[in-house]
């Protein structure tokens, strides 16, 4: 009598292909479902996975969770300038959403254990373990577990038939999703290395980017973006459609050593070319919008936010009491950016918004609606405290 079925988090990669025979032979499982999650990976990587999931395992469900992905993730990302160490998050913000989507094909097939094919190493094994956990459910995880190495791996998978697609000489660890590819591994984890053009795949060099600039206009309604260049576009469209403006540009990539949750310090790279574009609109709409009081403390919040998203905490009482504070910030964090792109580089060059706290007849030099006169008072107190301090 095995232990039942098992359902697990498939990325269609080695790790967690060799997971499948290893649920079986080493934890005694009986069946072995699959759960690939679209968040946006290239079409090619969806398929293989699809593919490879219904070869390999007893079931296999791919599901399309784009949509879900921008307006329940994404887009509290952009309300909340969400960046970690300086990066747009990416990975940190779907893993959340693909554990969900695991734990909930666990209760339709009635299963009490769920397994993702995370090292021990990273922080996807902390983000996959808490959802799992919060569900109530056993994980399991056998990379982490068996403390297998990349060799041993290689080995197995061809004593399976399973096919190995890592090359020996470009050995990057890739995840992608719509708001952000990440890459890292082989070389690139000597920080001193200097990153091959070859593992960018969204974003042009800069000396290759085109000589003339564009400018973009992205409207936006209570902080979130909903049209490009005046067009009405979902969410996803939007940030696809900007993800190739922006990448030919060379807008948004990002070269980080970042501390991960356990402490230890990782070489990163980064290509984020929408989220760049858009966090830079939205940043600045919030100079427009917000008052100076709900601005400098909203960086705050924003920085609190971004460390729990990036911790995958996302069921932390404090998160959802951070993102009520973001949300109700954003009633007024509507309007226009119009933003010029050229060679690597986001700049705003105009913004405006119906509810926007600026008054050009207020501030003009040229307008006499305030009586000067009246700060003349105002001045007699300034620094009132500072100008009677004798201290040496
Ligand atoms: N360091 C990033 C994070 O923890 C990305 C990790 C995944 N990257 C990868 N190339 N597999 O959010």
């Known amino acids: ?113 769920v397994a993702h094919g995370c090292t021990g190493k990273g922080n996807d094994q902390l983000r996959f373990d808490f959802i799992f956990r919060m569900a109530g459910l056993e994980v399991i995880a056998p990379i982490r577990e068996l403390n297998l190495t990349r ?99 060379g807008i948004g990539r990002s070269n980080m050593i970042e501390d991960r949750i356990l402490g230890l310090k990782a070489r990163e790279i980064y290509e984020h070319p929408a989220a760049t574009v858009l966090l830079t609109a939205h940043a600045d709409l919030e100079l427009l919008t917000l008052t100076r009081q709900e601005l400098s403390f909203k960086r705050m919040v924003d920085d609190r936010w971004s460390e729990l998203a990036y911790m995958g905490l996302v069921h932390e009482p404090l998160f959802l009491d951070l993102n009520a504070f973001i949300t109700r910030s954003q009633e007024n964090v509507s309007g226009r950016v119009d933003v010029k792109l050229y060679k690597g580089s986001c700049r705003v060059l105009g913004r405006s918004a119906p509810e926007g706290l600026y008054s050009e007849e207020l501030v003009s030099f040229d307008s006499g609606a305030l009586d000067q006169c009246h700060a003349i008072g105002v001045s007699a107190y300034y620094g009132i405290q500072a100008r009677m301090n004798k201290k040496k």
């Open 151 to 249: 060799d041993w791996e290689i080995t197995y998978a061809q004593e399976h038939n399973i096919p190995v697609t890592v090359a020996k000489e470009k050995p990057w660890s890739i995840d992608e999703n719509i708001w952000s590819r990440s890459i890292e591994g082989g070389k690139l984890e000597d920080p001193a290395y200097h990153p091959p053009e070859e593992i960018y795949g969204w974003t042009a060099a800069q000396e290759k980017a085109p000589d003339t600039p564009e400018i973009i206009s992205l409207q936006f309604l209570k902080g979130v973006p909903v049209a490009l260049n005046g067009q009405a576009m979902s969410g996803l469209d939007l940030i696809r459609t900007l993800n190739v403006i922006a990448g030919k540009h």
């Open 1 to 113: 009598m095995g232990k039942g079925t098992i359902v697990m988090a498939y990325s269609g990669g080695l790790d967690t292909s060799i997971c499948i025979p290893l649920l079986k032979e080493r934890y005694g499982f009986d069946r072995v479902i699959t759960v690939a999650v679209n968040v946006g990976q290239r079409d090619e990587e969806i398929a293989m996975a699809t593919e490879k999931g219904k070869k390999l395992a007893d079931k296999h469900y791919t599901i399309d969770a784009r949509e879900q992905f921008v307006n329940e993730y994404v887009f509290p990302a952009i309300r909340a300038n969400g960046s970690y160490e300086g990066y747009p998050m990416g990975t940190a913000l779907a893993r959340p959403l693909i554990a969900e989507e695991v734990v909930r094909v666990a209760m339709e097939e009635g299963s009490h254990s």
